[in-house]
């Protein structure tokens, strides 16, 4: 399915797979296949839209995303949370590829922050780290704690 992109063709919900890790490995593998590139010459990106990403081997659209210390929304990005905003909000779907690792991110580095993504609230499992637009310094979200979590216990 994931050469004829089956599996890709929706949003892909990380939290109903059995082992998260391991897909995004798998993406990795094939993109490196497919572009004849190294794994390890291989970062992960990300963009609010697809269109930010630009032409990649293979894309997919993430949704289920739960975000801490920020809100977020496109175009923008990171947002200081309102008042009396819950602990974790929705992120928007996030579009992600594995891209060469000389190819510069979609967003450059003084207007984003890179936000960690952990399995669930324990911040044990870190599952990978992205790069998401903001309003401020990345100091900022640093220090208010942000991050992405693939689900939280109610």
Known sequence: QLEGGGLLRGAVRLNELLNPGFFLTALRQQ???????????????????????????????????????????APHGLAPLAEGA???????????????????DPYPLDKSALIPIYENQTRESLLSEVRLPCTST?????????????????
């Open 138 to 154: 990345e100091s900022i979200w640093l220090q208010a704690g942000c991050a992405l979590f693939l689900s939280v216990d109610a």
């Open 31 to 73: 993109t490196a296949c497919v572009s004849q590139l190294p794994m390890d010459g291989l970062h992960l990106v990300c963009a609010l839209s697809a269109a930010e990403l630009g032409d990649t081997a293979l894309s997919f659209e993430v949704d289920g995303l739960l975000l801490q210390g920020a809100s977020c929304a």
């Open 86 to 104: 819950g602990t974790f909000a929705p992120l928007p779907p996030l579009h992600l590829a594995w891209v060469a690792t000389d190819r510069r």
